[in-house]
């Protein structure tokens, strides 16, 4: 049986009649599997936002949290490496300011305080349901990789170990991932643990209908989800 917790998430969702997760239902829905997420905290005023980024430490990221604002730097609902409490003073106000005046009709629920992931390769993890197979889940080298190279592996879910280190061997581009090029090499038992617990998830919670961890940000140690979408 899975954890009340998980259940609670799409009950909430439910009852707002969203067709989607934000991005810190989505977070701590990866996290109660085991995931490795950004530090997040959700703030309604300016003050709260102060109190949050003080208590996660520095750079620190922003983002909008609004039902009707689902591509959030589009919008300029994303502000990253803020280095101190009055930039995130700031910051707050401005994301405030360009959501009335980009997206007018939009409700504000808050605004989401995060720690900044460093800097490193990006992966991307989706799923999405086939008509044909059901639940798939994807891997993919982030960016240029993704988008235009597609250069990606693509298992039906549930995987084993072998199918997530298969998933990752599949890709062009693995080379990046062992440290070529100068990029650090990837935590490559990190990102088959996060293959695994996404596929558990995705048996787990029918609720979900498409997934997209875009970027995921692998270190030598570890790895960071720093978006996460999740459409119902
Ligand atoms: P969008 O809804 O526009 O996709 P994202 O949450 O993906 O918004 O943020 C846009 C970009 O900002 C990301 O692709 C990433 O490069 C950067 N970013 C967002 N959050 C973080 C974070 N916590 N740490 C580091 N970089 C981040
Ligand atoms: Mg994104």
Same mark, same amino acid.
Do not use: W
């Given at each position: 049986?899975?954890?009340?917790?998980?259940? %609670?998430?799409?009950?909430?969702? %439910?009852?707002?009649?969203?067709?989607?997760?934000?991005?810190?239902?989505?977070?701590?829905?990866?996290?109660?599997?085991?995931?490795?997420?950004?530090?997040?905290?959700?703030?309604?005023?300016?003050?709260?936002?102060?109190?949050?980024?003080?208590?996660?430490?520095?750079?620190?990221?922003?983002?909008?949290?609004?039902?009707?604002?689902?591509?959030?730097?589009?919008?300029?609902?994303?502000?990253?490496?803020?280095?101190?409490?009055?930039?995130?003073?700031?910051?707050?106000?401005?994301?405030?300011?360009?959501?009335?005046?980009?997206?007018?009709?939009?409700?504000?629920?808050?605004?989401?305080?995060?720690?900044?992931?460093?800097?490193?390769?990006?992966?991307?993890?989706?799923?999405?349901?086939?008509?044909?197979?059901?639940?798939?889940?994807?891997?993919?080298?982030?960016?240029?990789?993704?988008?235009?190279?597609?250069?990606?592996?693509?298992?039906?879910?549930?995987?084993?170990?072998?199918? @997530?280190?298969?998933?990752?061997?599949?890709?062009? @581009?693995?080379?990046?991932?062992?440290?070529?090029?100068?990029?650090?090499? @990837?935590?490559?038992?990190?990102?088959?643990?996060?293959?695994?617990?996404?596929? %558990?998830?995705?048996?787990?919670?029918?609720?979900?209908?498409?997934?997209?961890?875009?970027?995921?940000?692998?270190?030598?140690?570890?790895?960071?989800?720093?978006?996460?979408?999740?459409?119902?």
């Amino acid at each position: 049986m899975r954890d009340p917790k998980i259940t %609670k998430i799409f009950e909430v969702a %439910k009852a707002e009649e969203r067709n989607f997760l934000f991005e810190h239902e989505a977070k701590q829905l990866c996290n109660l599997y085991g995931m490795p997420i950004t530090a997040i905290e959700i703030a309604k005023t300016e003050e709260e936002a102060a109190k949050a980024a003080n208590k996660i430490g520095y750079p620190i990221v922003l983002k909008i949290i609004s039902p009707q604002v689902l591509h959030k730097s589009d919008a300029g609902g994303v502000l990253i490496g803020l280095n101190d409490e009055k930039a995130v003073r700031s910051g707050y106000n401005t994301i405030i300011t360009n959501i009335k005046k980009n997206v007018p009709t939009a409700t504000i629920e808050g605004i989401l305080v995060q720690e900044m992931a460093p800097k490193s390769t990006e992966v991307i993890i989706g799923s999405t349901n086939d008509p044909t197979f059901g639940m798939t889940i994807m891997f993919g080298l982030g960016g240029i990789f993704v988008e235009i190279l597609k250069d990606v592996s693509f298992r039906i879910v549930p995987i084993t170990k072998i199918d @997530a280190e298969e998933m990752i061997e599949e890709i062009k @581009a693995k080379k990046i991932l062992e440290g070529a090029r100068g990029m650090p090499k @990837a935590d490559k038992e990190t990102i088959v643990n996060t293959l695994l617990a996404t596929s %558990k998830m995705l048996v787990e919670c029918p609720e979900i209908k498409e997934l997209d961890m875009n970027p995921v940000l692998v270190y030598e140690k570890g790895a960071r989800i720093v978006d996460a979408r999740v459409i119902l």
